[in-house]
């Protein structure tokens, strides 16, 4: 089975600190994906990877960046975390690279970030 | 207007009922719909993907793809309380270059199964 890890389940920072969330996947799939997911908002790509050291923007990348140094661990940092960054953030990773359009996602549990 | 358009709801049936899911979208460039389905404090998982317009079964779970309409559904038949969980539809195209894709997601409906 796949399995998707994410470094905390939760999370409580302080306005302006630098957070630093590690999502690693044990199948090495070539793409992982960081989204938040908010009410109301549904899910929401924040950036992806499709292979080590490469990233794309998301939809939302203001505010984060991410660092892919190996290929089985993708990064997500908040240079200065914002209250409105408190959220539920999910990481992905999927097998194939390029474009695949049944390559399925797997998710990790969430790690749920509140920022005082 | 919203890529992906998915009532929120939230519903709730009785156990043994036909639970139907639904979204609207406007690009048509999606090729791929997909429905996760994502239980309370867990990640998403896929339930079915569908690629062309029609129906694909699996087990209790039919997904049904009008591409004309821009119009996706999930039914669920006999539903059990185990069903109870938030469903996302999701599709997916090329992005500018054609070399790699993202999902877009509709924002989710929680259903209920009650026994």
């Known amino acids: 089975d796949v399995k998707v890890t994410q470094s905390s389940r939760y999370l409580v920072k302080r306005t302006g600190e630098k957070v630093f969330l590690e999502c690693v996947q044990d199948?090495?799939?070539?793409?992982m994906f960081w989204y938040r997911q908010d009410p109301g908002l549904g899910l929401r790509l924040i950036y992806f990877?499709?292979?080590?050291?490469?990233?794309e923007k998301g939809d939302i990348p203001e505010g984060y960046s991410v660092s892919r140094e190996k290929k089985e661990r993708f990064s997500l940092i908040l240079e200065s975390a914002s209250t409105n960054q408190t959220s539920m953030y999910l990481c992905?990773?999927?097998?194939?690279?390029?474009?695949?359009?049944?390559?399925?996602?797997?998710f990790g549990p969430g790690t749920r970030l509140t920022v005082l | 207007q919203k890529e992906v358009e998915q009532d929120p709801g939230p519903l709730s049936v009785p156990e043994g009922a036909i639970v139907s899911l639904n979204c609207t979208y406007s690009?048509?460039?999606?090729?791929?719909f997909m429905w996760y389905r994502q239980y309370s404090r867990k990640g998403p998982e896929l339930l079915m993907y569908?690629?062309?317009?029609g129906n694909k079964e699996d087990g209790r779970f039919t997904a049904q793809v009008d591409k004309s309409s821009k119009y996706i559904s999930l039914f669920i038949r006999d539903s059990q309380p185990s069903d109870s969980a938030t469903y996302l539809c999701?599709?997916?195209?090329?992005?500018?270059?054609?070399?790699?894709?993202?999902?877009?997601f509709g924002k989710g409906t929680l259903l209920t199964v009650n026994p």
């Open positions: 992905a990773s999927s097998l194939e690279r390029g474009w695949k359009g049944t390559d399925t996602q797997y």
């Open positions: 690009n048509s460039a999606f090729q791929y």
């Open positions: 199948m090495d799939h070539e793409n």
């Open positions: 569908t690629y062309s317009s």
């Open positions: 990877s499709y292979d080590v050291k490469m990233k």
């Open positions: 999701a599709m997916n195209a090329p992005n500018s270059g054609g070399s790699n894709y993202k999902l877009t």
